[in-house]
């Protein structure tokens, strides 16, 4: 099992996880692994009464048009799946390539990986991520910039591509200037941006809400489990992330919303404007 853990880890992840070894554990190795989460309900407590834990986000007074997009955005991701009618989030992360200035010493027992704090600037990166939340797929695109000129392409590849069948299009986007409508109808021209968009329907996130959209959850977990670490090159970039979004939709990792109105309500009434006193 040491030896596994220090081999190279599966394509397209940066690191072996406990789920991983125990998936490609050699017969007669240990029968389980542990997970690091699985502490005892005192250190559980410990760990969450710590000082620098209660550090939170805090929100201002909400108004009519948050709530409206709010109980939109609630209300769609609490539908059914519906391949007619799927519901797909979209967002967008930066990346900078970066390589080592010298190369690493590699893990052994008892020994991390080691690498100098030096290292050599490749340029940017962009990455689209459009998640089907509960169909559990996704789509990684990997571009040189995030304008609206790269945005349209890969807003018009998903729409002719994966969903070229389906009856209407759910989008879920944040308030990026690079997303509405007029940049289709810059890039492509009015009447062609019509004929692409005539089956889809944008929903917008509240602004400074971003959190209700759902990509940024994939995003992290994209983060995560594959680009938290030195990638040197666009091509090696590529290769890892397509390897990490075949493995992930081969399983259909879906995302589960519990997140309600009423919860809305519940947590965030106090912080409510009426549309009399905006």
């Known amino acids: ?43 559980q407590k410990n760990y ?22 709010m109980y939109v955005l609630l209300e769609l991701y609490a539908r059914p799946i519906s391949k007619a009618e799927p519901v797909i ?10 390589a080592h200035s010298r190369p690493p010493l590699a893990m052994a027992a008892s020994s991390p990986t080691k690498h ?25 695109s ?20 994966v969903y070229a069948k389906a009856r209407r299009i759910h989008l879920v986007l944040d308030n990026l200037n690079s997303h509405f409508r007029k940049c289709f109808d810059d890039v492509l021209g009015s009447r062609a941006a019509a004929k692409l968009l005539h089956r889809v329907e944008f929903h917008y ?19 995560r489990q594959c680009l938290d670490r030195r990638i040197a090159n666009r091509e ?16 259909e990792r879906t995302i589960e919303w519990h997140f309600t109105r009423q919860d809305a309500d519940k947590k965030m009434g106090r912080n409510y404007v009426s549309q009399l006193s905006c």
Request: charged residues 25%; contains cysteine; proline residues 5%.
């Open 48 to 69: 969450f009464s710590c000082s620098w834990h209660r550090v939170m986000w805090c929100i201002g007074a909400l108004t009519e048009e948050y709530r409206a997009r």
């Open 116 to 140: 100098g704090y030096e290292y050599v600037r490749n340029g940017t990166t962009n990455l689209f991520v459009a998640v089907e939340p509960k169909a559990g797929q996704r789509i990684v």
């Open 205 to 223: 996130t509240p602004k400074h809400a971003s959190w209700l959209n759902m990509a940024e959850i994939e995003i992290g977990i994209l983060s």
């Open 1 to 43: 099992m040491i030896a596994l853990a220090c081999s190279a880890p599966p394509k397209g992840r940066q690191r072996w996880t406990m789920v991983e070894l125990e998936r490609r554990r050699p017969p007669g190795a240990w029968h389980a692994i542990r997970e690091p989460g699985n502490r005892s309900t005192h250190a």
């Open 142 to 161: 990997v571009t040189e910039r995030r304008g609206k000129v790269d945005f349209v392409a890969f807003i018009k590849e998903l729409l002719t591509g």
């Open 236 to 251: 090696l970039l590529e290769s890892e992330v397509a390897a990490w979004q075949q493995a992930r939709n081969e399983k």
């Open 89 to 98: 989030c979209i967002d967008e992360k930066s990346l900078q390539l970066i």
